[in-house]
């Protein structure tokens, strides 16, 4: 069993490291072409990846399920989130981006309650509140250095939390390579109905740098662009596979927590490619939401694992 703990443990950290560089290559390219451009590349090139996926899982049939409308809805939820969360990296620095994302923990701990009937106890709350001060000291309002584009990482976070418990209510019978085949397809559709509004609304510029990542009109990329956008749906691809491994070879409430492994990289990206240095109050604030995800995975693995059972697991 420790051999499989110490593998679930490696192959999330692995995947959350392999995430993390679509936020590099997206940023590099939000400032010459439009994020839904980039979406319907990545999602050409990661569509046959996960076929294959999804044959080896559970099988083709498998995509055509009696729960086709949750799974859809479900899908367009999460494009909605990334949408908003690539237009926020283009205006933010990265590390600003990816900490106030990681609110995403603590908004499903609050939303657990109202849609699947589970209790929230006082200190999950609590976890909660000192999470949003750390949104507020990263984003320092009143300062004159706040950016509308975090409300957008913020916005992210709890459409992307929900979307996850969604993703629990129907995991009894839905598979991850089957949920990950209909949000890859949302993004497609959902890249060029979108684009497809602004080219007939005739709206293609804007001010500010997210929504001129949203409106661009859409560009024959050059080779090295293309190669970006591409190598996102391989990083897509490759890190799914990884993380669904981890959850497989250990219990998600021990796993769960090496989630946070992601805020190393993206202030290391943004500072080699860009060459962002994260302010005081990024870390600071990015600290304080860290601890207060880790806190209350903590309060919630004592209240639903005894440790006898935890000892108890399976190999």
Known sequence: MQNRMVGGILSLCLGVLVFSLQDPLVKAVSSGYPVTEVMAIRSIVALPILIVLVHAD???????SKRFGMLTVRAFIQFTSYTMYYLAIAALPLADAVALYFMAPLFIMVLAGPYLGERVSWQTLATVLIG?????VMLRPGAGLFDWAALLSLGSAALYGFSQLMARKIGDTESSTVMAFYQNGAYLVGAAVVAGAFHLAGITHAVHP?????VRPWLWPTLPDFLKMAACGFVASAGMILLSQAYRMAPANRVATFEYTGILWSPLWGFLFFAEVPR???VIGAALIIGAGLLALSTERRKSTPPVLAAADPA
């Open 210 to 214: 997210s929504l001129e990542f949203l």
């Open 58 to 64: 559970v099988g083709l049939r498998a995509i055509l």
């Open 280 to 282: 005081s109050t990024t």
């Open 132 to 136: 949003l001060f750390g949104v507020l």
